[in-house]
């Protein structure tokens, strides 16, 4: 049987189903047969909707020009779209979206439906709906869309690209982490005229996530910051981190779109090469690069040097506010963006000077009695032993770690755990004093102190303050190691 998704227009009469056919209802007579819907009906199959549907939904969009997919969020005149997670269904609320002042409310349950209320557009599925209507907002925009991707360093990158883009441009760029399947959608509509350029970040934790999001945005050209051992519970295996990241390359190279690419890593370097990919600028701290850098220092703040092959060897010097010195790469990511569109070397070079991180990510923060180097936005093996080098090469008295469980590693995160307490056992005179927390460390053999939750290390603080220390907090989110600053 196939499946249809179906608009219901203000004009028509309410509609009337019967034995699974959709009747007009002026068009229904005593007998009880009906019209069916004509050009007041539109559909399309399931698994591949036409453009011209979709066209058809946008101008109802550019008559409503705002989308919510929050009851609690519903302006006069906007259009709700239900979407569905583990917990929740948007259906439910589509009748209160449309009381709120909705004028339009799209689902995918005939039973959300208000039999006798044309405001109602029945879909098949809302999220592809969504997204659809993205990327037809998205080829209503024709400029430059840059797509980031990557293990880690995603949210950074982004906001240092978008740091620099600004000083020229008036750049669009993903808000926070709004970089799945619901935030690129809701990125792209915030897209205006007056946008001269895009930065869209896209996250992935399972295989095809990447080729969803590029088809949506459909960027010009993009980058992947580096490949690493996160979310293998999703993936299944390094292997699978490699073919989901590189999406983007398939994507770019199918349209000849351009790579920044990190030459520096070989990962990301083999990823393009099998791909045939030539259309490319490359940035790294060896030879044969575009955008050539290199640490000066890292004590505890990144100070680097960069040059540009097109500037005959003239050097810049950047003092960032960005603590760890595998910051250079990000910082080199966002000089190649920006020299590729034409900003001044100088320009570049001050905007990566004034950038301050924020949302616990490689930040240094002051209190009264401690430094702090807070990442506890997020953490896996990659990120987690980079972080671990960075600060081992920091030098400061008193040094100390508290560091968070790895979330999503499946069965790998036995081992992957392991892997780091052997890092910190080879690296003791380096690392200072470390605690381990949550109960994926608590398995690992090691006589670091350890602890089950974040909630017994706030105790342990209360009981035994620190002081005169410089401290690195990283671990996942969901370990809530962000609590513990205010206790510091």
């Known amino acids: 049987m196939e499946h249809t998704w179906q608009v219901y227009k203000p004009e028509t009469a309410p509609f009337i189903a019967d034995a699974g056919r959709l009747f007009a209802g002026a068009g229904h007579n005593s007998a009880g047969e009906g019209l069916p819907f004509s050009e007041n009906l539109l559909t399309f199959a399931r698994d591949k909707p036409s453009d011209m549907d979709i066209q058809q939904l946008y101008k109802l969009y550019e008559a409503h020009p705002m989308i919510t997919t929050d009851s609690r969020d519903c302006r006069p005149g906007s259009i709700f779209l239900a979407l569905k997670g583990a917990s929740f269904d948007g259906n439910l609320f589509a009748r209160s979206a449309l009381e709120k002042g909705c004028s339009y409310a799209i689902v995918d349950s005939s039973e959300a ?10 879909a098949d599925d809302c999220l592809k709906t969504f997204k659809l209507l993205a990327r037809e907002h998205r080829r ?28 020229r441009f008036n750049v669009l760029f993903t808000e926070g982490n709004f970089n799945n399947d619901v935030g690129v959608p809701k990125t792209l509509f915030r897209l205006s005229p007056e946008h001269e350029m895009a930065v869209v970040e896209m996250g992935a934790s399972h295989p095809g996530d990447i080729k969803t999001l590029v088809e949506t945005a459909e960027p010009t050209c993009g980058l992947i910051t580096n490949v690493g051992r996160a979310h293998l519970e999703g993936f299944g295996s390094f292997e699978g981190v490699k073919k989901t990241k590189g999406e983007l390359y398939d994507y770019l190279a199918s349209c000849q779109g351009l790579v920044f690419i990190d030459r520096d890593n070989a990962d990301l370097c083999e990823m393009a090469r099998q791909r045939g990919i030539a259309n490319t600028v490359g940035y790294g701290t060896g030879e044969g690069c575009n955008i050539r850098g290199r640490v000066v220092s890292c004590s505890p703040f990144l100070c680097f040097e960069w040059t540009d092959e097109t500037l ?8 960032t506010h960005l603590v760890g010195a595998y910051n250079i790469t990000n910082m080199l990511a966002a000089i190649a963006v920006g020299r590729h569109f034409c900003i001044d070397a100088q320009t570049v070079s001050e905007a990566l000077a004034a950038y301050i991180p924020k949302n616990n990510r490689s930040q240094l923060t002051a209190t009264s009695r401690n430094q702090l180097i807070v990442d506890a936005y997020n953490a896996n093996p990659t990120s987690m032993l980079t972080a671990l080098k960075s600060f081992a090469m920091i030098s400061a008295p ?7 469980d790895m979330r999503e590693l499946g069965k790998a995160s036995e081992e992957e755990h392991q892997s ?6 080879s690296h003791r005179e380096e690392l200072g004093e470390v605690w381990l927390v949550g109960h994926e460390f608590m398995k690992v053999s090691t006589d670091l102190r350890r602890f089950s939750t974040t909630e017994e290390v706030g105790e342990e603080l209360r009981r035994h303050p620190v002081s005169s220390r410089t401290i690195l907090i990283k671990g996942s989110n969901g370990m809530r190691l962000y609590q513990l600053p205010e206790l510091l």
Do not use: C, Q, W
Not at 312 to 319: I, N, P, S
């Open 420 to 425: 780091v307490a052997d890092f910190i056992a």
């Open 312 to 319: 005959d060897g003239k050097t810049f010097a950047v003092e």
């Open 113 to 122: 439906v208000v039999k006798g209320d044309s405001r109602y557009i029945l």
């Open 398 to 404: 008193g040094k100390m770690a508290i560091l968070g």
């Open 140 to 167: 209503r925009h024709p400029v430059p869309v840059i797509a980031i991707t990557g293990t880690n360093g995603k949210t950074t990158t982004k906001e240092l690209i978008a740091a620099v883009l600004s000083r």
